[in-house]
């Protein structure tokens, strides 16, 4: 990668990707009630491994894990309310009060959201994996291009 | 009730989640896609039973008003057709696992997953009961097909994969453009709402609403100035994968004509849909003579079978609509038999090519019988499945008396046996050739291959057995359609 040899990207990308980080809690938070959710704060997380994998930075691997946990609990958070005879993907919304934020009010949807969040960051990560080594699991070793030198 | 609707889409994610997870352990894989298409097909076996005996069910997904939320109906049309869909992807899955080992098998790691996806896209196009809804799910069935079509990166399937990506592509953003302008016209994407809705609306707006969907799931459906896409992606894929596309794909387009110009009661488009019923059939039919591949010939055939479900429709009676419904059930499981028999072919003689084979029903007895039923099917011969279904439309036409298009469908059945026989005279009969006698490279499980075409041809044979059932069902499907009063009350109650 270029951007690894220019300590002056390195050196950025490692400051921002905790505040990256930070966006993407608010986001997967306010999606309640705001502009926001699960989906958006994937996408940020999935920012923060694009630019760490440009940078030559340590980054997250485990693309088919994030995917699968992320189906499993989507799935799981769909189908639970369906055992207490509750339309599909119904909501439970509870709140407490807490020292600091006091009181805070949540539902089942955080669990969703955090699904997609894992789901969306997945397919980043496995994009990049396909992109950065054609030998990689996920990726085929590109036989049309070896037709296409012949 | 509800969970039974809830499982036909969650199973088969979950098991393509798992089976994701397991993708270097082969037979953990399997087994985990394989259950997940099972427990759906099961759940929609049981909810077609259950509507056929109570009603419909309308599950309001999150609690939601039907006016702001999603809603899933399990109405009979849905619960008569998601069976078989479901059974047809859990056999082929098995036939998947037989001929995973062959160079014409798929990749495993990815085909199973995918296609749990697709399912799971499949099971919420049927029970969607608002056209956005059905929007993603068109896209998730679209997005894992394109994946399944390409994956093994060889160049016609790139090539042809290209036109396949931009026509679902361009069909997909009409689809969006279309749904905007419903919006705007009436206010909602709920269908039962628009079927109060639409037929309130001004005659031109009304009715440009229904062309325009009639562009977007006829291009879906392969109707005829249309279908260049699909003669030509079909054949390049695997064979399981082609399979599912001819069985399923296209089925899924006329399913949605079937439900979105019924429930809104777009009679006036009956005289063009008509029309291109007609040069859907018979210019599907010719083609079909043209080629000599089998899998370009059944290529061919699934654009010409759809003139007859599109003829159904276009009668806008519910004789009409009936023997469309009916026609959409016989044909999902003959079409899929008859591509997992062509990979069998394929397998024995390392070639579906006509002119490079022969003799085969001498070699293998087996595999001419399973391939004598639906090809004779498919042409329309009694006693199997396809005469009960040619029947129910081409008399729904004479009842309108609708000659020219009853002719032309006639017409269009003899051309169907003509390049079955065609088949028949290259593969089956003749010397066999010698160059291809022995197919040099793996064959796979011929066994698992053979077993699970076999329970597809069972199932074909279990459709014209139970023919007035089936046809009696479709009746009280068409009628709900047409009169939508009862969907009406029920979805938004």
């Known amino acids: 990668m270029i951007a690894s040899r220019s300590p002056i990207v390195r050196l950025g990308v490692r400051a921002a990707s905790p505040l990256a980080i930070v966006i993407a809690v608010y986001l997967l938070f306010a999606g309640h009630n705001r502009p926001g959710g699960g989906f958006a704060a994937g996408l940020v997380l999935g920012a923060v491994v694009t630019l760490r994998t440009l940078a030559g930075l340590q980054r997250p691997t485990h693309a088919t894990g994030l995917i699968t946990s992320g189906v499993v609990l989507v799935a799981a958070i769909a189908f639970i309310p369906l055992l207490w005879g509750d339309p599909l993907l119904d909501q439970q919304v509870g709140s407490i009060e807490l020292p600091v934020l006091g009181k805070v009010k949540s539902g089942s949807a955080l669990p969703f959201d955090i699904g997609v969040t894992a789901i969306v960051m997945g397919l980043i990560v496995a994009l990049l994996d396909g992109l950065s080594d054609p030998t990689a699991e996920g990726g085929d070793p590109a036989p049309v291009e070896q037709e296409e030198r012949r | ?493």
Request: hydrophobic share 55%; no cysteine.
């Open chain 2, 1 to 493: 009730m509800n969970t039974l609707i809830a499982l036909t889409i969650i199973a088969p994610l979950l098991g393509a989640a798992t089976g994701l997870a397991f993708r270097t352990n082969s037979r953990a894989r399997d087994a985990s896609t394989l259950l997940g298409t099972g427990v759906a097909a099961a759940a929609a076996v049981w909810i077609l039973v259950r509507v056929a005996d109570t009603g419909s069910h309308v599950m309001a997904v999150g609690g939601w008003n039907p006016e702001l939320g999603i809603v899933l109906v399990a109405d009979l049309f849905a619960a008569l057709v998601l069976p078989v869909a479901l059974l047809i992807i859990f056999v082929v899955e098995i036939f998947a696992i037989g001929q995973r080992r062959t160079a014409w098998g798929a990749n495993p790691e990815l085909a199973g997953p995918l296609l749990g996806v697709l399912t799971a896209g499949v099971s919420l196009a049927m029970l969607t009961g608002d056209l956005f809804t059905l929007f993603v799910a068109f896209e998730l069935i679209l997005v894992s097909s394109y994946v399944l079509l390409t994956h093994q990166g060889q160049r016609g399937q790139i090539r042809s994969g290209m036109t396949y990506v931009v026509m679902n592509l361009l069909a997909s953003t009409l689809f969006l453009l279309g749904l905007a302008v419903v919006y705007a016209a009436t206010g909602t994407v709920n269908m039962a709402l628009l079927a109060e809705r639409v037929p309130e609306l001004p005659t031109g707006v009304r009715v440009g609403i229904g062309a325009w969907f009639f562009v977007v799931f006829g291009t879906k459906a392969a109707i005829f100035p249309l279908f260049s896409w699909l003669p030509d992606s079909y054949p390049t894929a695997p064979t399981t994968i082609t399979a599912v596309f001819a069985g399923l794909l296209t089925k899924i387009g006329v399913y949605a004509m079937i439900r979105f110009h019924t429930l809104t009661g777009m009679d006036d488009l009956g005289t063009i849909m008509l029309l291109i019923a007609g040069a859907t059939m018979v210019i599907g039919a010719i083609g079909a003579l043209a080629q000599s591949d089998v899998k370009r010939i059944l290529s061919f055939h699934i654009v010409s079978q759809i003139g007859y479900m599109l003829m159904g429709l276009g009668l806008f009676s519910a004789a009409g609509t009936a023997g469309a419904i009916l026609f959409l059930v016989h044909h999902m499981p003959v079409k899929t038999v008859l591509f997992l028999v062509g990979g069998l072919i394929e397998n024995h003689q390392g070639t579906s090519a006509l002119d490079r084979s022969g003799g085969l029903a001498a070699r293998r007895p087996l595999i001419a019988a399973l391939f004598a039923v639906p090809a004779l099917s498919l042409a329309g011969l009694p006693p199997f499945s396809g005469f009960v279904a040619k029947f129910a439309v081409i008399s729904a036409g004479i009842e309108q008396e609708a000659t020219p298009i009853v002719v032309v469908a006639l017409f269009a059945g003899a051309l169907t046996l003509l390049s079955m026989t065609k088949i028949w005279l290259g593969v089956f009969w003749g010397p066999s050739p010698e160059l291809a006698a022995a197919p040099a490279r793996a064959v796979g499980n011929r066994r698992t291959m053979v077993a699970a075409t076999g329970l597809a041809v069972a199932g074909t044979l279990a459709i014209s057995l139970f023919a007035g059932t089936l046809f009696e069902l479709s009746q009280r499907a068409s009628e709900d359609l047409r009169s939508p009063a009862a969907y009406i009350s029920e979805v938004t109650s």
